[in-house]
């Protein structure tokens, strides 16, 4: 069995809302696996389906062979899950936390007291054991709730927007983790809206939007999927804007590229000598650029070209996403 996770036409409505639309992956074992979309895309229904969390309402999911509806027990036991918000106690101390998990996985007090103190270790939470979960720093909070995911070592691990809501350090501490974990054969799902995130950490991506896959392959593809080359553009008035993208437009044709930022133009080339055509251009109308540069399509740009939506998360005011379809 090459995939751990298979999905055909898997479809999931909510009332008159269609939350997964014909969903089709494939997923290599020992992989990490990017889900990308923005909010309402589909992502975190597509995980709860895949974890037994809910039924499909057609189609078919499998997770190392196993039919998520007629042998939803046997996935569970293979499977470990690390939602958006923290599933830990925060009365209790980290230590207790990972002993609780451990006993109600069926370890003995010996195994689990060991289990707990060999994953306070992996995780840097040594010192931090013996204090409530309420004391711990968001980035602490998060690699304590995906410690309790790996008491038992799963087979598969879905996380699902591992990273909302945590400083820059912090998100560096838990993609180290994802590697780790991924590295020692567990197969990663991870549903993300930071673009990066996908990029430094899967192996291949989909994006979902409305949901249904509308992109899917590695980072490599879908940059590809826009353009192999592009030139980024910063003005230095964000009011010549329009006039900047009219001027690209006769040299270039249909080339822009979507971007949320006022000062910023973004365009397709054919090749890296359009750069000059359209730099020249931009002298000859009077346009003040700020800085320019040639490379392939970012990541973001792509999203955007994809679902018409910037990659941003929408937080809540505790921090962390709030819960998407």
Do not use: C
């Not at 838990?174 to 430094?200: C, F, H, N, P, S």
């Not at 800085?291 to 941003?312: C, H, I, M, N, Q």
């Amino acid at each position: 069995m090459t995939h751990a996770i298979e999905t055909h036409a898997l479809v999931k409505s909510f009332g008159a809302t269609r939350a997964l639309d014909g969903v089709d992956l494939r997923i290599r074992r020992g992989s990490v696996y990017g889900l990308l979309g923005p909010n309402g895309a589909g992502k975190t229904t597509t995980v709860r389906i895949l974890s037994t969390l809910r039924k499909p309402d057609a189609g078919t999911a499998t997770v190392l062979g196993h039919d998520v509806v007629r042998e939803a027990k046997l996935v569970r036991q293979k499977v470990s899950l690390t939602g958006q918000y923290a599933s830990v106690d925060e009365d209790l101390t980290g230590q207790e936390n990972l002993v609780l998990v451990a006993r109600l996985l069926g370890f003995s007090w010996t195994q689990a007291r060991a289990r707990a103190t060999e994953l306070l270790e992996a995780f840097d939470l040594t010192d931090a054991a013996r204090r409530q979960v309420s004391t711990y720093s968001g980035g602490m909070r998060r690699r304590i709730d995906i410690a309790a995911s790996l008491v038992a070592i799963p087979e598969v691990l879905f996380l699902d927007e591992p990273t909302t809501g945590l400083d820059p350090r912090a998100r560096n501490e838990v993609w180290d983790l994802v590697r780790r974990i991924a590295a020692e054969g567990t197969t990663v799902l991870l549903t993300t809206q930071y673009l990066d995130e996908a990029d430094r950490l899967a192996e291949r991506m989909a994006v979902i939007d409305h949901g249904r896959v509308i992109a899917e392959g590695t980072s490599r593809d879908l940059k590809a999927s826009v353009g192999s080359n592009a030139l980024h553009l910063r003005l230095a008035r964000a009011d010549q804007r329009a006039l900047a993208q009219e001027l690209i437009t006769r040299v270039l044709g249909d080339g822009l590229l979507p971007s949320t930022d006022p000062t910023e133009v973004a365009a397709r080339l054919g090749d890296t000598g359009q750069a000059v055509e359209v730099l020249g251009a931009l002298a000859a109308g009077r346009i003040d650029v700020a800085e320019f540069s040639v490379g392939t399509p970012s990541l973001d740009e792509v999203f955007l070209a994809l679902t018409g939506k910037p990659a941003e998360p929408v937080a809540s005011t505790n921090g962390t996403e709030k819960a998407t379809r």
